[in-house]
């Protein structure tokens, strides 16, 4: 049986492909169970810097597999650990101390965009598409698309997007603020990994203290988020890495983070 996503490390990248091209990459227990295997090999490996996660085949993820959603509702039970488990999954790429690079092919909808939500950065192919298509079908997002989506775009435009179900297209998408940059499609994973590698020869203690203060002190108010980065900040300038950059400051070189 094919892995529902493959897992490889390539100069210090952890690389996550989501491989089920045949049903479009739809979010099944046993694909989520793989981005979870995946991260995790990612956190306990030392070697690794960065997180890309791509897709296999035409198109990125086309929401959860519905025959499966379907199967689960006869049961609210196994209705609730299905969605709680793409709840707690996807919150782990959000908290994970190694940035989360994501590669956008194709049609980006539903559950799908869910997940891209919680990448860091993200690029997108210029001919790509998303949306929160959700209510064409008579669906509620359930994997957080109601929560990251108004915090990422605006209360006004999340709204528009669930109600309507349309898709965007990369450039709006780009505009909106959903995603970071958008490149053709043909050089899309190329640019994804030469970026990604840039990332992996920053300061790995920093990048980390990085995304814990920009996700955690998003939740807290402004005092109490500036002094959650005091907090933060003041042993992570103590560190080695840290005399590290600065003599390679003083030297005119490249720094070498440990």
């Not at 929560?147 to 780009?174: F, H, I, K, N």
């Amino acid at each position: 049986m094919t892995d529902a996503v493959t897992y490889s490390v390539e100069n210090q990248l952890a690389l996550l492909t989501l491989n089920r091209p045949d049903k479009f990459n739809c979010l099944s227990t046993a694909l989520i169970a793989g981005i979870e295997r995946g991260l995790d090999k990612a956190e306990q490996d030392s070697s690794v810097r960065v997180v890309v996660i791509s897709a296999a085949g035409k198109h990125f993820c086309t929401g959860a597999d519905l025959e499966e959603v379907s199967g689960h509702r006869q049961d609210e039970v196994e209705l609730n650990n299905f969605i709680g488990y793409g709840h707690d999954v996807m919150q782990k790429l959000e908290a994970s101390r190694l940035p989360v690079v994501l590669a956008l092919n194709g049609l980006c909808l539903a559950g799908g965009m869910e997940l891209m939500m919680c990448a860091d950065v993200v690029f997108a192919a210029d001919d790509a598409k998303m949306g929160c298509q959700h209510a064409q079908y008579g669906l509620v997002p359930g994997w957080g698309g109601t929560q990251r989506l108004p915090r990422l775009v605006g209360l006004r435009r999340a709204m528009d997007l669930m109600y309507s179900a349309r898709w965007l297209t990369a450039p709006e998408a780009l505009d909106w603020g959903l995603v970071n940059y958008v490149v053709e499609s043909g050089s899309l994973q190329g640019t994804v990994l030469e970026y990604a590698q840039t990332l992996s020869k920053r300061n790995p203690e920093g990048l980390a203290a990085m995304k814990q203060l920009a996700r955690q002190g998003a939740t807290l108010t402004v005092s109490d988020s500036l002094k959650f980065e005091q907090d933060i900040a003041v042993p992570a300038l103590l560190s080695e890495n840290v005399s590290e950059g600065l003599k390679a400051f003083e030297e005119r070189r490249e720094p070498v983070f440990k």
